[in-house]
């Protein structure tokens, strides 16, 4: 696989050794924000993972530990188990869904910006992506009117990520009116990715899907964010909607996850350990988003040119910078001058004209990234 000129340009400073600010940093592990090692490790030693009795939708008391979080965490206490079902990563709860949903050739709606990883999906179930807008006009918004027009017979589904990564923006109760009837009156499903739900920046309650009741709804979500833990492979979709979708919708999903069971049985058997561990990793997190974020903002004040999109929830800022070149070209002067590595925004689908930082970094390496990057600017 060859690699875009950013990450050609990145891999080329690391192989010199230059010390790089990594501002890209966004793996909980390697920031130094791991739940406590040993209650994962002790749960995952139980003997009772040297069975092999395995369930298509994951193993009872895994699904149950799901439903508990769902009622601690968002005070959702009625989540039937039998509507959750288990998959190793959000990544392959998306292929299921897309799987279930569509036929090759099949469009499914994604926002712009958004996850990258949706194309690479997308190519390999060879399905056709569509991007409908999220425009910025105090906070984000979502275009409704373009997405409508996107829609053609084919369109199965819409993704709505919430908060979306990298914008930190939440589906508003009205927006998820709307999506809720476009999808009814297009036959449509929604999928609603909620792997950063737990971490709004404020004290403001936003409603998960799991219980939308007014379309056909998979929400996806997982131990990667929920619990710092990516590297446990666990997460899961629910499915909600109207009764006479959801039931043969669960079916076939079935049909699927009992074709890979690629669950394993000690990370399944952890999992009621695993999840108890987001409360003290969460509040780290947040603590560490919090600081960076006023840091930045501290910053940025002697820098008016740079200005710092709002962001409502999840672990990523967004720069407007002036566009003096490309972003790439800019994100790779950055790396090669200023030993800062950024993400180049049209990543996730932005215009020339946006950085994307990542705002789980250490203090001190954010502090001082942030500084060369405006330096430099
Ligand atoms: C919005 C979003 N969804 C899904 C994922 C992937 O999660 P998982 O590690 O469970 O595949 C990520 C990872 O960063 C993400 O940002």
């Not at 996107?150 to 979306?164: G, K």
Request: charged fraction near 20%; aromatic fraction near 8%.
């Amino acid at each position: 696989m060859s690699l875009n000129p950013f990450a050609a340009a990145l891999a080329e400073a690391k192989e010199q050794g230059a010390q790089v600010l990594d501002l890209t940093a966004s793996n909980p592990a390697q920031v130094g924000l791991r739940p406590d090692a040993e209650a994962v490790l002790r749960a995952l030693a139980n003997p009772i993972a040297m069975e092999y009795d395995p369930l298509p939708r994951g193993l009872l008391s895994a699904r149950q530990a799901v439903a508990r979080y769902y009622a601690e965490q968002h005070g959702i206490s009625d989540l039937d188990p039998q509507h959750i079902v288990l998959t190793t990563s959000t990544s392959e709860a998306y292929s299921f869904v897309m799987r279930l949903l569509c036929d090759p050739g099949d469009e499914i709606a994604v926002p712009r910006p958004g996850y990258p990883l949706f194309e690479f999906l997308a190519d390999i179930l060879d399905l056709k992506l569509v991007s409908y807008p999220l425009f910025y006009d105090h906070g984000w918004q979502l275009d409704l009117y373009s997405l409508e027009k996107l829609i053609t017979e084919r369109t199965r589904a819409i993704v709505v990520v919430h908060p979306n990564n990298p914008t930190g923006s939440f589906v508003q109760p009205g927006e998820r009116d709307d999506l809720n009837a476009l999808c009814r009156q297009h036959s449509m499903a929604l999928i609603a990715d909620e792997v950063f739900l737990d971490y709004p920046h404020d004290a403001v309650a936003r409603a998960s899907f799991v219980s939308n009741p007014a379309a056909l709804t998979f929400t996806l979500s997982g131990l990667s964010k929920i619990s710092a833990l990516p590297q446990m492979k666990l997460a899961w979709v629910v499915t909600s909607g109207p009764p006479s979708l959801v039931e043969p919708a669960l079916s076939r999903l079935e049909v699927i996850a009992d074709t890979y069971l690629s669950m394993n049985a000690p990370v399944q058997l952890a999992s009621p350990a695993m999840l108890q561990q987001r409360t003290s990793v969460q509040a780290r997190l947040m603590d560490r988003v919090r600081q960076n974020l006023g840091e930045l903002d501290a910053q940025l004040v002697a820098k008016p040119a740079v200005v710092r999109l709002q962001v409502d929830g999840g672990w990523y800022a967004i720069l407007r910078v002036p566009v003096l070149q490309t972003d790439e070209q800019l994100a790779i002067q950055l790396l090669r001058q200023a030993r800062v590595a950024v993400h180049p925004g049209h990543f996730y689908g932005f215009e020339d004209g946006y950085l994307v930082v990542s705002l789980i970094v250490p203090q001190q390496d954010f502090r001082n990234g942030v500084a060369r990057i405006l330096r430099h600017l």
